[in-house]
């Protein structure tokens, strides 16, 4: 969504990326006060929402949230600082993809655990699986723990324009034009990627759906980008939006 002054779209994302970081907590996605999500300003090429670091995603309300430019320093008085590695690997990866409007990383369980087998790969073994079908990129080199920006540009160069990045012994990540693709990315890697887990666990060959299978089936999923809203919204309306609730503070 893009109506309204700069000032209501700029406040409108605080809130989104807030409910990002709670709905996250909420279906237990995130990994105590580790992990980030990003976000850019409206009206603006180079700055930045950031979650803070030490704060609980369950705690975190809009107005906790870090303006950064391009190099992690803080534009607007707070009293908290941006993560470190979030600022090394989200940062590069938004002024280098195409679709960088939020960057969002986790380590998840199911996904990550295939990031944690040689040559772990995300396969075409179930429909929602099929939605990702040549549009997710392997990081296979793990350097540690990303403190410094050349780490994070080598891991853009590796993501290109993709939607989805595996990142060897480490997790997941994903670039797309708006939070809510973001988070129904992020959720739907997980549950395809818990599907596979599960299967492999059978001690059995995998079914895996031919090419063309796979691209006929990531067509006809048709518009995700509108039902990504919906289940956004959706999930903000069941955990969130009730009295009390105080993330877009």
Not at 94 to 110: D, E, K, Q, S
Not at 204 to 220: H, N, P
Not at 239 to 244: A, I
Request: charged fraction near 25%.
């Amino acid at each position: 969504m893009t109506s309204g002054t700069v000032e209501e779209q700029v406040q409108r994302t605080r809130v989104d990326l807030a409910a990002a970081l709670r709905l996250a907590a909420k279906l237990e996605m995130n990994e105590g006060i580790d992990n980030h999500f990003t976000a850019r300003v409206p009206g603006t090429p180079d700055r930045f929402l950031i979650n803070p670091k030490n704060l609980h995603w369950a705690e975190i309300r809009a107005s906790d949230l870090l303006v950064v430019d391009p190099t992690g320093r803080v534009m607007e008085p707070s009293e908290y600082s941006p993560p470190r590695s979030g600022v090394a690997i989200h940062l590069p990866i938004h002024l280098a993809h195409p679709r960088g409007g939020a960057v969002f990383h986790l380590h998840m369980p199911w996904s990550t655990a295939l990031t944690c087998i040689p040559d772990g790969r995300f396969e075409m073994v179930h429909q929602n699986s099929a939605r990702f079908y040549g549009d997710i990129a392997y990081d296979d080199e793990y350097n540690s723990v990303a403190l410094d920006q050349d780490e994070g540009r080598r891991m853009a160069r590796v993501f290109g324009d993709k939607t989805v990045m595996f990142l060897a012994n480490h997790g997941v990540i994903v670039a797309t034009e708006t939070i809510a693709e973001a988070f129904d990315t992020l959720y739907y890697v997980e549950r395809a990627s818990q599907v596979q887990v599960l299967a492999m666990s059978m001690g059995r060959s995998l079914r895996v759906m031919s090419e063309e299978l796979a691209v006929r089936t990531r067509a006809d999923f048709g518009n995700y980008k509108m039902a990504a809203a919906r289940h956004f919204e959706a999930l903000k309306r069941i955990h969130l939006d009730q009295p009390g609730s105080d993330y877009a503070r």
